[in-house]
């Protein structure tokens, strides 16, 4: 199954929930990603190419616990040059991009401030698949790694309506090291059209 085929299998089921049901809500983000710890060293440019779809239902007065899965596309040229990895060193052009998709059990802690603004916090816990490639010409590197990964999040909610919103989020998404790849870790900011129900 193909990772569009597994989003829109996701977008259905939580659309086609029992619509009646109270105290829940479902996003679809914009995401942006930003390089950092590790993923840095690899690619430095911003990625303007992900999004996110996530489901929360309450558990508890104010507490949300669901799920996410995204992704983001990263991708950079590097200039003529010689890069050295280990003992062995290549000259040319460098292409590298990197594919990441967050998969995630998350909680949000919503701070009512009225009715329409909810600040909230939020942690996250689970899984983020990665996919790296570097390419000399006709030579290519390639890299696939599920890195465990924690994320904090912080943000607000503006309610349009009883039954739709905007979420603006800033997420961090830390990995830790595999054998095969050191952490590669993103920030990012997602904006969202929010669906209560």
């Not at 802690?109 to 689970?126: R, W």
């Amino acid at each position: 199954m193909k990772i569009r085929d597994l989003i829109f299998l996701i977008a259905i089921a939580l659309i086609s929930n029992n619509i009646l049901a109270q105290d829940e809500y479902s996003a679809i983000n914009y995401s942006v990603g930003i390089p950092a710890s590790g993923m840095s060293d690899y690619i430095g440019k911003v990625s303007w190419l992900g999004t996110s779809l996530e489901y929360r239902k309450e558990v508890s007065s104010k507490l949300y616990v669901g799920f996410d899965i995204g992704f983001n596309s990263f991708y950079e040229d590097l200039d003529y040059g010689t890069f050295t990895q280990g003992t062995a060193s290549i000259t040319g052009n460098q292409n590298r991009s990197l594919f990441s998709m967050p998969i995630l059990v998350g909680a949000n802690y919503f701070f009512a401030v009225n009715e329409k603004f909810e600040p909230f916090v939020g942690f996250g816990l689970g899984t983020i698949y990665t996919g790296r490639e570097t390419e000399f010409g006709i030579f290519a590197d390639r890299t696939t790694t599920w890195f465990f990964a924690i994320r904090p999040e912080v943000g607000f909610m503006y309610r349009l309506n009883s039954s739709n919103g905007i979420k603006l989020a800033y997420k961090y998404n830390k990995t830790f090291d595999t054998k095969d790849l050191d952490e590669h870790s993103y920030m990012a900011i997602d904006l969202g059209w929010v669906y209560f129900f």
